[in-house]
């Protein structure tokens, strides 16, 4: 069963990549393209430009979030659900759960992430406040991407997956997504008026602080979050679930977690799309890349 619906997700990942790839040669839908890149004075082709910019942003910092999840997410959802030790958390983590939760993350993120940005960019173009934007992207993030963000959690901790679940806990994730959306808002105004960044580099780290001051902000819900998705048979009591030492550490690895994603998925994109236009000019070497990606999942499926 395992091995089945790792091949699935495996084959979903290949789609994924071949389709970047492959868009990438072409110059209509390349970043780079005139219809994007040169057209000048309109509303409109602003505010296309800055959306498929914000995708591009999303999908990297998505790919570097996928790595770390893979090892990371399965020990954060078992200090959240379960409340593990930190321990006994990594000492269930092996190398096949990793590698086969991988083949989950990365097309899962590549979801996720570009949608959350491009909402946030398409909220920009409103006359909406900051907070107020971070709310309504909270809300609309939540409404859309719950099967998918259930369906992660589920797979990260072993469980079937049942799609009569896949809107579990609406409330409290969506409640945690308007206040994360919310305190990213808030937070991005006083961290950049107190570093004032001016480099590339610095701005990445204040985008970092931000999401994990953001995720902080919105542990409240995510504890709900995590208390409503106990198994019945499982469920420990509410004074027992919300120790505060059990908060602290579910919410500190987390909140790292997603600050260091982003941060570097943001100093990492300009790199990608230094590659990206290396492969639409040296094709053959895409070609390899997705024959490498073939036999990689080829392999693992195997274990």
Do not use: H
Request: aromatic residues 12%.
């Amino acid at each position: 069963m395992v091995r089945r619906v790792g091949g699935k997700s495996g084959g979903f990942v290949l789609l994924v990549v071949a389709l970047v790839c492959v868009m990438q040669m072409f110059p209509r839908f390349s970043p780079q393209a005139p219809g994007l890149a040169m057209v000048k004075g309109g509303e409109d082709s602003s505010f296309m430009t800055k959306v498929v910019g914000a995708a591009a942003q999303g999908a990297t910092a998505a790919t570097v979030a996928a790595i770390l999840s893979a090892v990371t997410e399965p020990i954060v959802n078992r200090l959240l659900v379960k409340r593990m030790t930190f321990a006994q958390a990594s000492a269930e983590i092996t190398f096949s759960l990793v590698s086969n939760f991988f083949l989950t993350t990365f097309p899962t993120n590549m979801l996720k992430f570009p949608v959350f940005e491009v909402i946030n960019m398409a909220l920009s173009f409103t006359s909406l406040s900051g907070s107020m934007r971070g709310i309504v992207n909270g809300w609309l993030f939540c409404t859309i991407m719950l099967p998918v963000t259930n369906y992660r959690f589920r797979k990260s901790m072993g469980w079937e997956v049942n799609a009569a679940l896949l809107y579990q806990a609406y409330i409290p994730t969506v409640a945690r997504d308007i206040i994360y959306g919310w305190g990213r808002g808030i937070m991005a105004g006083v961290l950049n008026s107190a570093f004032a960044p001016e480099t590339f580099t610095q701005k990445a780290g204040v985008f970092g602080l931000t999401i994990f001051a953001a995720c902080i902000i919105s542990s409240p819900g995510n504890e709900w979050r995590g208390y409503t998705l106990q198994p019945p048979d499982r469920k420990l009591p509410f004074f027992e679930y919300f120790k505060p030492v059990n908060y602290m550490r579910s919410t500190g690895v987390g909140a790292t977690i997603m600050g260091i994603a982003l941060s570097v998925g943001m100093l990492a994109t300009p790199y990608a799309e230094m590659l990206f236009a290396y492969l639409k000019e040296n094709r053959m070497v895409a070609v390899g890349l997705l024959v490498a990606a073939f036999a990689a999942v080829g392999m693992l499926k195997k274990k």
